[in-house]
């Protein structure tokens, strides 16, 4: 079992900045890609940004490409997405989540994920 506690979500006006934190625990974090994804009332939950297990691949939505970046501290246990420029249009439940299957690259479909956290909540002020 993996656990996964995201962090770091809030109030922010149009322009501003937040980085969410993911922290994992209860299997090798460095044996796992990682993924986040968010969610509106009504809508699907989408794919937002992910990583691959050593951190040297990365993939985006093309509505984040160039203003959200996505790192790992394997040491940490602990994954990030840095939100910049953001928009009132980011305003949405921001979920991280572990797959184990992928080995050196990412996937974008939230079927291929095997673990997901409760969720932090952004919402983007205009």
């Known amino acids: 079992q993996v656990q996964l506690v995201e962090s770091g979500g809030g109030l922010v006006q149009a322009g501003g900045s937040l980085r969410l934190s993911c922290a994992a625990s209860g299997r090798t974090f460095s044996n796992y890609a990682m993924g986040w994804f968010r969610q509106t009332p009504g809508k699907e939950r989408e794919f937002v940004a992910a990583?691959?297990?050593?951190?040297?691949?990365?993939n985006y939505a093309d509505s984040v490409k160039g203003r959200f970046t996505i790192s790992r501290d394997n040491a940490k246990n602990t994954v990030y997405l840095q939100m910049n420029s953001l928009e009132p249009e980011d305003t949405a439940v921001y979920y991280c989540a572990a797959d184990f299957r992928t080995l050196h690259s990412v996937t974008v479909g939230r079927e291929e994920y095997d673990y997901w956290g409760q969720g932090t909540q952004v919402t983007v002020s205009s």
């Open positions: 990583i691959s297990r050593s951190g040297i691949v990365t």
